[in-house]
Structures are given as structure tokens and as C-alpha cells.
């Protein structure tokens, strides 16, 4: 079974940085297969996609709400997704989580439908907290 295990949340004044990692373990796990996302929940609030990446078709998505702010990477090396968040604002503020998907579609197609599609596996959030 894959699995993931989030870390990298904290506390950060308005205009600041957070990088969230992402580890990926599991048999039989391939990049290739799927989609990896990061997704958040804000208290009294639907949990929202935030970012994707899959490897098949090398595609990244981003919410608009986060475009030109945060940035998705992979490091296939270690089985680690990275999200860079900069200018970090308070409506940033959430429960973020990693989760991926085994897909034949990348990351432009499978992320926008996620919320209706699902996610396959979850990883436990990690908190992020922007004070203004």
C-alpha cells in the first residue's frame, strides 16, 4: 500500500515562506502512475485543491488563488513532493494535506475533477497557520 507522510507546517507571519514536504513510501509505488497533490481545509470550509504534479505527462496545476505564490516540485530521488509557499497570506490559513491517485490522466485533467473524483490515498495534515 502507498502512504503518505506530510510535514513542513508552522506558523508564519503575512508575506512569509513555508516549504511542505511530502514522502511517499509503499511497494510497488511509481511516480509514473499517479497524481500527487496538495490539498487544504480551513475551518467551516470545504477541503479545496491546492496543487498537483504527475510525472507521466511532467504537468503541475495550481488553484488561481495560489498561482504565482507557490510552487510544486518532485524529488523522485527520495519519493518527496515539495510545496513552496511564498507571500503566504492569512486566507492562507488551513489543514494542508498530501494525497495521491493512481491515474492514467496528469495533473491539468485529474486536479480540477479531484474533488468529485477522489483521492485514493491520504496523508495525515499538517498545520498552517499565517497571522496577519
Known amino acids: 500500500d502507498v502512504q503518505l507522510q506530510a510535514s513542513g507546517g508552522g506558523l508564519v507571519q503575512t508575506g512569509g515562506s513555508l516549504r511542505l514536504s511530502c514522502i511517499v513510501s509503499?511497494?510497488?509505488?511509481?511516480?509514473?502512475?499517479?497524481?500527487i497533490g496538495w490539498f487544504r481545509q480551513a475551518p467551516g470550509k470545504d477541503r479545496e485543491v491546492v496543487s498537483c504534479?504527475?510525472?507521466?505527462?511532467?504537468?503541475?496545476y495550481y488553484t488561481d488563488s495560489v498561482k504565482g505564490r507557490f510552487t510544486i516540485s518532485s524529488d523522485y530521488a527520495r519519493n518527496t513532493v515539495h510545496l513552496q509557499m511564498n507571500s503566504l497570506r492569512p486566507e492562507d490559513t488551513a489543514v494542508y494535506y498530501c494525497?495521491?491517485?493512481?491515474?492514467?490522466?496528469?495533473?491539468?485533467?485529474?486536479?480540477?475533477?479531484?474533488?468529485?473524483?477522489?483521492?485514493?490515498?491520504w496523508g495525515q495534515g499538517t498545520q498552517v497557520t499565517v497571522s496577519s
Open positions: 509503499g511497494s510497488g509505488f511509481a511516480f509514473d502512475d499517479y497524481v
Open positions: 504534479v504527475s510525472r507521466s505527462d511532467r504537468s503541475t
Open positions: 494525497a495521491a491517485t493512481l491515474t492514467r490522466y496528469g495533473s491539468r485533467w485529474y486536479c480540477p475533477r479531484a474533488h468529485s473524483l477522489g483521492m485514493k490515498v
